[in-house]
């Protein structure tokens, strides 16, 4: 059963296009540090690693928007390197003093930023 699961969320991501796929895993390692933050003592263990998964995340997205090939305008791929800036620097002041609270600042950026992935596609696809 737990085969079939994997398959079914593998196919499923293999269907979004890049913009959604971004905007699921901004999600997912919202979900995952807003889990954390709800239940502050029971799933503290798990801080470190959603940390890693959200920076790793935001590593690679400011990598992909700042490559010279991205034809995002220069003023949103600046917007997205403020944001990952923000983010690295909040997650190394949670590191170095964990509390529940400083999670909630990762936890909006990754849902904005999703939402906003969703709701404005790119130009191609709204002259369909």
């Known amino acids: 059963m737990q085969q079939a699961a994997h398959a079914y969320a593998r196919a499923s991501e293999a269907a979004l296009s890049p913009r959604e796929l971004e905007a699921a895993v901004l999600i997912k390692a919202a979900s995952r540090l807003q889990a954390i933050s709800d239940d502050w003592e029971g799933r503290r263990p798990d801080l470190g690693e959603a940390l890693h998964f959200n920076q790793k995340l ?3 997205l400011v990598t992909s928007v700042t490559d010279d090939n991205n034809p995002v305008p220069s003023d949103v791929k600046q917007s997205i390197v ?3 800036m923000f983010t690295f620097n909040r997650t190394v002041a949670v590191l170095a003093d964990p509390e529940a609270t400083k999670l909630t600042a990762l936890v909006n950026i990754n849902r904005e930023v999703a939402a906003g992935l969703r709701a404005n596609p790119p130009a191609q696809s709204r002259a369909a």
């Open 58 to 60: 935001w590593t690679i």
């Open 82 to 84: 403020d944001l990952a």
